[in-house]
């Protein structure tokens, strides 16, 4: 997430998006929109209870302008120490994380923090279900890959192992996740299949 | 959360403390802090994990000066629209929200917002565990009262009832939390007790 000096976040989200070519139902979402949307339709359906975490920012400074609301002046993005998502689905524990690449052949697992897949490692310990979306930006395929899997090639690359994915071994080892008018990225349908 | 102008946010979070009675092994902690640490002692153990989620902040303006961090400079507070804390804890959905008042006799519902409520209410009916853990700073006595026990308070006052739980009503129906040296809010205990 870069932006140039005095760019407004809000609306910048869009603008990577037009340029990759994506079908029509898609055009212009990133994958971090998709899987919001996805959870409002979730929740609105009362399917799951799942969102997104807030980005961490480790608040310096703030201003309390009189008669308006307080504005924080001075701030940093904190790295995440868990995943993004997390929530309930048919009284299981739901936890994941989402990540684009831009790569044609490989995900690359410099994606993922050492953090992160220890964070997954307990979850999975303690019964929930953990997983990664990873979407493939060039061919907009959007996968959905077990925590499992996942572990097993991060301890493949800390045993001096390749530092990536392929993507034909996503397309084998994971699922593709099918796109729903509503749920843009219906990653549910994959966990009904896998854990029900 | 008011800080005057110009005020470090990190550091302040400890000023109230000092001024109300606490007991000496809790002296100078806010409940969210002795909560975090809690946390942290149940992930550090792999007893649960369980962590707050960042305050949500609105981003308009980012700047990024040459080698060094991006800073924002210009970002409001937004409501949040679920609870503080969520994770896992022997296989079940664990959510909840903690909340410090300073009245003596009772607990102002105006302190939870209506979708914190059905935020709640959706969660227990997905097979999640919900309450809310409310400290009298006073008395420094906290209590967890359990997600079905606030929501029967809150819809007595939607139907025009009183706006607050009575002190006395939350010692019988909720339980005292103790004191342990490293779970300083040690909230598995109670539910220990309840769901197991």
Redesign the interface.
């Known amino acids: 997430m ?9 609306k910048s989200n869009y603008k990577d998006n037009f340029t990759s070519k994506q079908s029509f139902g898609n055009r212009g979402m990133t994958l971090e929109e998709d899987i919001n949307a996805t959870n409002n339709y979730y ?1 609105e359906t ?1 399917r ?2 799942i ?1 997104k ?12 302008p009189k008669r308006s ?10 790295q995440a ?2 995943t993004d998502y ?8 739901i ?1 994941f994380e989402a990540k684009v690449t831009k790569n044609k052949t490989l995900f690359p697992l410099a994606n993922i923090h050492e953090h992160q897949i220890k ?1 997954m490692e ?2 999975t ?4 279900i953990s997983f990664i979306v990873i979407r493939f930006a060039l061919y907009n395929e959007t996968y959905f890959l077990q925590g499992e899997k996942l572990f097993s090639y991060w301890n493949d690359k800390l045993k001096g192992g390749r530092k990536s994915i392929p993507y034909q071994a996503i397309k084998e080892e994971g699922f593709f996740i099918p796109f729903h008018y509503q749920a843009r990225v219906n990653y549910l349908s994959i966990i009904d299949k896998l854990y029900f």
Not at 2 to 10: A, D, E, F, L, V
Not at 53 to 64: C, L
Not at 125 to 128: A, E, K, L, P
Request: proline share 6%; net charge positive; hydrophobic share 30%.
């Open positions: 870069k932006y140039p000096n005095g760019t407004k976040m809000i929740v009362d799951a209870i969102h975490k807030p980005t961490p920012v480790q608040i310096v400074n703030v201003n309390y609301a307080a504005v924080i002046t001075e701030g940093y993005f904190k120490s868990t997390n929530g309930i689905y048919r009284n299981k524990y936890d964070h307990s979850i310990r303690h019964g929930g």
